[in-house]
Structure formats: structure tokens, C-alpha cells
């Protein structure tokens, strides 16, 4: 099979819809794709050309990723039957109670006079339907019936709620109450128990609120203002993770597939290979090029591990890494492309909603550190390499780089469109619209030329059928993380209602006594038991609303405080227990799912050390442009020295000696130009960092 062949299949569209959730067939499938593409071409209208108000924008994306996830996600394989029985009855009786409840009112009766017989009488018909049909099924039907019904009715009531705030209706309580467990219940099906638990668990604290230990209590809250609070304020369900992900994320989504199925995922892994591939470990040198660019789009370290790492890692198994090994740079390289601009992960444009810092202005400042980290990726596999004497791919398997920039340099014009419209001061989600009318057009234009004889296309014509798949997979693509988005809203919603984000913040100040090095380390512990709950975006919308007042208090500007949670929610995608980035990878590899995780917390140790040169150096630039010049240089020499003391090798295997030099070395170069050591000043102390580093160099060079 040619390298052309293993490529292609790679990258091949899935058709199925299984790694999602359950398998649809038959009218179920054109039940999922329907509201589909209709949701990707209404997120593509309002990028671009149109206009829709936030009740309108927020409503119709959770109405449909509620609508989906409840019909794809499954309640729960092996469930015994009197529990999805159960809850199909509950359930019924929501749905019931909400409609009748709506129907009272609408005709002008007493809502107090809807008494039990309305909700038996209303409910019978679920109820029955229960029994003719499977019981999973019925609880899918219900749920899916409610999703339309109570968030229609937000967006039907908007502008009236706002009228009426402070004096809500039962019906407002009622459907309130139904989207609220619904938003749980999607959730749970989406990512497991964890984040629906977290999200009752701050409900509980808001209503118990005298019962917390003084330094976390509060007056406690109502029933009503909990549930109002949740369904109907800007801080709740519809808040920033919703807004975000509906304004932003979902079109980088779609952005992601049109290039997937353009071919452009194929060329950045050849492109790399043809750079990197004859070099020590090139296979691995592939990962973290190809991870980075491709990842820098994608947003989602978890979907670039399965995209490029089901090629890479095979790849690097050949030419002689250890499974685990392999795992672990896959995974890792694929975190450093959630750090990458112009997505990272999503993160930056909630960073932008909550900093009010423009979007061009924070990629700017975050693009030199996460290219520090892939930096210190590619040092590690280096070394990695030449202690293992891991050589490259054959020089008889490669193509010239030339000739694979000459036949896909097209594939770079939608990053530059990306780039130029946001340059010019346009809107993000408006600008990946224009990057995906260009895959379109030069795809286009290429199957025109190639049907003249022009130019030769391997990749597929993407046709109206193509756009329609594509629309599809991109939708599918982004369920797990819009599903949890609902639940991420009431964790952040009773985070503002009970003010616990000023109490914690208060709390970190006094246990790191105002030192701001503890307060990271503290940062650092709570987002990794975060990350064992929340997906990475959630985990850093949550500690960034917790821990942002202390930093602010410490005097940590507001964007450099962003960027330090930003980073260190990253960790559980690589640091055991959770490691979840692990898991997949090793899954590809057939490595060691803890010994990959290990190992990948061994190779990111700059996720660590980049936080704290946000907070004590100027890396970011902030006012000091040749501090912030001095600061990645030194980084970068810091980086080679703690990739050769992490492996252990530089020219040769090091000695105990040069080892502790090395060590030495890098903690010198990464130390900031504000500190003093013995009246010796910073930039001194970084010079005898690097003078370390060239003398153990030259040492081992010596006596080779």
C-alpha cells in the first residue's frame, strides 16, 4: 500500500455515527441530519451575512444540540428497567405539567385551579406511548419533545421576562424547572455523571447556603430565584459558555470538517513528513508539526489526536518508539495545538467575552508561548530519539518538500484569508465564514481545471452532497462540548448568584499569605481536581471565574491572570488520574493508558513553567517590548536545557554531574529579569544559565 493510499484512508469521511453515541439507521439517521444542516447553514447565515438577537442565536443552537443529544447520546446501556421507566414517567409528567400549565394560562384561568388531574390526564399519553414502544426510546421521544418546548418558550417569553423580572409565573417556575434538569440530563449523556453532579451540587449550595462553614456560607436562596436564576438570566444556561459556544465555537467546528474534507488534514500531515520525516524520530517530529496546524483549527486536543494520530503513531512505532512513548507525544503535541492561535481550544473566545480584551490582541500575545511549548515537544522527542538511536523514515518512502508544497500550497490560502480578515478588524466567527467560502472556491476551481486536464485532484469534489456530510459531521463534532454547555452555565450561574467566586478568591489569597507563587500552585491543584469533572473550556470557565479575583487582588494583569488558568486547565488531558488525552492516545498506540499519561506528564512540564512566566516575567509584553524579546529568548534556551535534563541526554547520554548542570542551566534561563540572587541581577543570572548549557555541550562534544 502506497503512503498516498495509508493517507487518504486516514482521512476518509466516517459515514456511521458510531463514537458519538449510538448508531442511527433508517429515519433516525435523516431525523439527526435534517436539524444537522439546518443548524450549520443557520451558524454559517448568522456569521456571515446575517443578523440574529441573542434569544434567537443562543435558543435555536440549544434547542437543536439538546434536540441531537438526546436522540444520539444514549440514556444508558444495561440500565435495569424500572429506572428509564421511572424516568420516562417523570419526564411525562414535566412535559405535561409544563404544557398544561402553559395552556391555563393562555386561556386566562387561575393557574392555581391546574390541579393533579391535569398532569395524570396529560401525562397518560407519554406514559402510554412508554409501553408500545422501547423504554429508552420513549425517554429520548419525551426528553426531545420537552428540549423544543421549554427553550421555545425562552425564546417566544424573552423579551416578556424581561419585563416581568422579579415577578415569574408558575409557568416561567415550571419551565424553568424542566430545562434546568434537562440541561443536567444532557450533560450527563454528553461527558458522565461528573459535571451534572458539580452543577446539582452548587444548587444545593445555593439553597443551603447557611449551612457551609462561615468562611463559604451565605443567606441561602429560594427554590424560585435558583431556578429563575439558572433558566432566565444571562448567567445561567444562556450565559458565556452557551453564548460562546454558539457564536464562536460552532463555526470553527464547521470550519474544521470543510477543511477535513477538503483534504486539507492530508497535506498537513504530508507536508510535515516531507520536512521532518528523514531526521532522528521524524515520525514524532511529524506529530508535533502536524498536531500543531492541524490543531491550531480544530480547537479540540482530544479530536487531533484521533485525526493525526492515528497516522503519526503508527508511524513512530515503526522507526522504533515505545507504544507508550508514541502515546505520549501524540498527546501532547495535540494539547500544544489547543494552545495555538487562532482557536486555542475555544478558551479564547470565552477569554475575550468575560476580558473584554480583543480577540486579535489575545492571540497575539499567546501565540509565542504555545510555540515555545510545541518547542520544548519537538527538544524532548529529539533527544528522546538520539538516546534511543531512532533514526527517520527511508529516504526511498519520502517526497521532497517541494513537491508536496507545489501540489497543495492552496490548502494555506484559507489560513491566510483567517489571518488577513482578522488583522482587518473583523469579527471571528465572520472570518472563519470567508475561510470556509475559500475551501469551497478552491475546491471548486480545482475540479473545474482537473475536468480541462489541467491539474490533477486526488482530493473529493466537494459537491452538495459533500457540504451536506460535512455539515453533518461538523454538527455531530461539536455535541459533546455544546452538550455540557447548559450544565457548565448553572455551575457558573450559582457561582454569581451565592458570590462564592469572591469567597474562594479570598480564600486563595489567604492561604498562599499573598505569595503569588503559591497562589498558582493552588490554582494548578484545584484545576487538576477540576479536570477530573469538567472538559478543559469548562474547567477554565469555572477556576477562571473562582480564582480571577485573587489574582486581580495580587495585581496580576487581567489578561496575564486568563492565560495562567487557560494554561493549567490544560493538565487533564495529560496528568494522571484523569489524563483523558492519554487514554485516546494509548487506545491508538496499544501503549499503557497510566504509563502514557505518566509519560505525557513527563513531556509538558512547560505547561507548568509557562504559567509562571506570565505571572513573574514580561513574556507577554505588556508595555516592555525588549523585556518581553529578552524573555522568549531566554525561554527558548531555558527549553533545550530542561529537554536535555528531562531525557538525559544531549550529545551523548549525560553523567549525574551534567545532569545537575543542566538542571542548573535551565532554571537560570527561565528565571525572571526582576529577580536579584546575591546583588547578582536577572539577566546576569539568565547569561550564566546559557553559559552552562554551551558548556556542557562543548564537554560532551569533546568527548565524544
Not at 472556491?441 to 480545482?446: D, E, G, Y
Request: proline share 5%.
Amino acid at each position: 500500500m502506497s503512503e498516498q493510499t495509508v493517507i487518504k484512508s486516514d482521512f476518509e469521511q466516517d459515514d456511521s455515527f458510531v463514537g458519538v453515541g449510538s448508531q442511527l439507521e433508517g429515519g433516525w439517521k435523516k431525523a439527526f441530519e435534517i436539524p444537522s444542516v439546518c443548524l450549520g447553514v443557520f451558524a454559517i447565515w448568522s456569521a456571515g451575512p446575517g443578523i440574529a438577537e441573542d434569544q434567537y442565536h443562543m435558543g435555536i443552537y440549544t434547542i437543536v444540540t439538546w434536540f441531537l443529544a438526546l436522540m444520539i447520546l444514549p440514556w444508558r446501556k444495561g440500565m435495569p428497567w424500572i429506572v428509564p421507566t421511572g424516568m420516562s414517567f417523570v419526564s411525562a409528567a414535566l412535559m405535561a405539567g409544563a404544557v398544561t400549565l402553559t395552556v391555563v394560562r393562555l386561556n386566562g384561568v387561575d393557574e392555581s385551579g391546574a390541579n393533579i388531574i391535569d398532569w395524570v390526564a396529560w401525562a397518560a399519553i407519554p406514559v402510554t406511548i412508554l409501553f408500545t414502544l422501547r423504554y429508552e426510546k420513549a425517554l429520548d421521544l419525551a426528553m426531545m419533545v420537552l428540549a423544543v418546548l421549554s427553550v421555545s418558550y425562552y425564546i417566544w417569553e424573552y423579551r416578556d421576562l424581561a419585563d416581568r423580572s422579579g415577578a415569574w409565573t408558575l409557568t416561567d417556575l415550571g419551565v424553568g424547572w424542566v430545562a434546568t434538569i434537562l440541561a443536567i440530563e444532557v450533560a450527563r449523556r454528553a461527558l458522565g455523571p461528573w459535571i451534572p453532579g458539580i452543577g446539582l451540587f452548587a444548587m444545593a449550595y445555593a439553597y443551603f447556603g447557611r449551612e457551609f462553614p462561615p468562611s463559604l456560607a451565605h443567606g441561602g436562596e429560594t427554590v424560585e430565584g435558583i431556578i429563575n436564576y439558572t433558566f432566565y438570566s444571562q448567567d445561567g444556561i444562556f450565559g458565556v459558555m452557551t453564548n460562546v459556544m454558539a457564536q464562536f465555537v460552532l463555526i470553527f467546528i464547521y470550519l474544521g470538517a470543510f477543511m477535513q474534507s477538503s483534504g486539507m488534514g492530508r497535506f498537513f500531515i504530508e507536508f510535515p513528513l516531507s520536512i521532518a520525516g528523514r531526521s532522528a524520530g521524524g515520525p514524532a517530529k511529524v506529530a508535533v508539526l502536524a498536531s500543531s496546524i492541524f490543531g491550531s483549527i480544530s480547537g479540540s486536543s482530544l479530536a487531533n489526536i484521533v485525526s493525526t494520530g492515528t497516522f503519526t503513531i503508527p508511524l513512530m512505532k515503526r522507526v522504533g518508539f515505545r507504544p507508550v512513548v508514541a502515546g505520549a507525544v501524540e498527546n501532547t503535541a495535540s494539547l500544544g495545538g489547543q494552545l495555538l492561535p487562532p482557536v486555542m481550544g475555544s478558551g479564547v473566545f470565552i477569554m475575550a467575552e468575560i476580558t473584554g480584551v480583543p480577540y486579535l490582541t489575545i492571540i497575539s500575545v499567546a501565540a509565542v508561548p504555545a510555540l515555545l511549548y510545541m518547542f520544548s515537544i519537538g527538544a524532548i522527542v529529539h533527544f528522546e530519539a538520539k538516546k534511543n538511536g531512532i533514526q527517520g523514515l527511508p529516504e526511498s518512502e519520502m517526497r521532497t518538500p517541494g513537491e508536496v508544497f507545489r501540489e497543495g500550497w492552496f490548502h494555506l490560502v484559507p489560513f491566510a484569508i483567517l489571518l488577513g480578515f482578522l488583522i482587518g478588524g473583523f469579527s471571528p466567527d465572520y472570518c472563519a465564514v470567508m475561510a470556509m467560502a475559500s475551501v469551497l472556491v478552491i475546491n471548486w476551481v480545482r475540479s473545474i481545471l482537473a475536468r480541462a486536464g489541467i491539474v490533477l485532484m486526488t482530493d473529493q469534489v466537494m459537491n452538495l452532497s459533500v457540504i451536506v456530510k460535512t455539515l453533518v459531521t461538523g454538527t455531530r463534532n461539536s455535541l459533546l462540548v455544546g452538550g455540557a454547555a447548559g450544565a457548565v452555565g448553572i455551575i457558573v450561574g450559582m457561582i454569581a448568584l451565592t458570590s462564592l467566586g469572591l469567597k474562594m478568591s479570598l480564600l486563595l489569597v489567604d492561604l498562599s499569605q499573598g505569595s503569588l507563587f503559591l497562589t498558582v500552585a493552588l490554582v494548578a491543584a484545584t484545576s487538576l481536581l477540576l479536570g477530573m469533572a469538567l472538559p478543559i473550556t469548562a474547567s477554565y470557565l469555572v477556576l477562571v471565574v473562582l480564582a480571577g479575583p485573587a489574582f486581580d487582588q495580587l495585581g496580576v494583569p487581567i489578561l496575564a491572570a486568563h492565560l495562567i488558568v487557560f494554561w493549567l486547565s490544560q493538565d487533564s488531558n495529560i496528568t494522571p488520574p484523569v489524563c483523558l488525552g492519554a487514554f485516546v492516545a494509548a487506545s491508538i498506540s496499544k501503549g499503557d493508558p497510566w504509563q502514557t499519561g505518566w509519560m505525557s506528564f513527563r513531556f509538558a512540564k512547560m505547561l507548568y513553567i509557562m504559567p509562571l512566566l506570565f505571572a513573574f516575567t514580561p513574556i507577554l509584553n505588556f508595555g516592555d517590548p525588549a523585556g518581553a524579546v529578552w524573555t522568549m529568548a531566554t525561554a527558548a534556551i531555558g527549553v533545550v536545557a530542561f529537554g536535555s535534563w528531562t531525557i538525559g541526554y544531549l550529545h551523548r547520554p549525560v553523567t549525574k554531574p551534567e545532569w545537575v548542570v543542566l538542571g542548573f542551566a535551565a532554571v537560570m534561563s527561565f528565571l525572571p529579569l526582576s529577580i536579584e540572587i546575591a546583588g547578582v541581577p536577572g539577566y546576569a543570572i539568565n547569561v550564566t544559565g546559557w553559559v552552562m548549557l554551551a558548556g556542557v555541550s562543548l564537554w560532551q562534544r569533546k568527548t565524544l
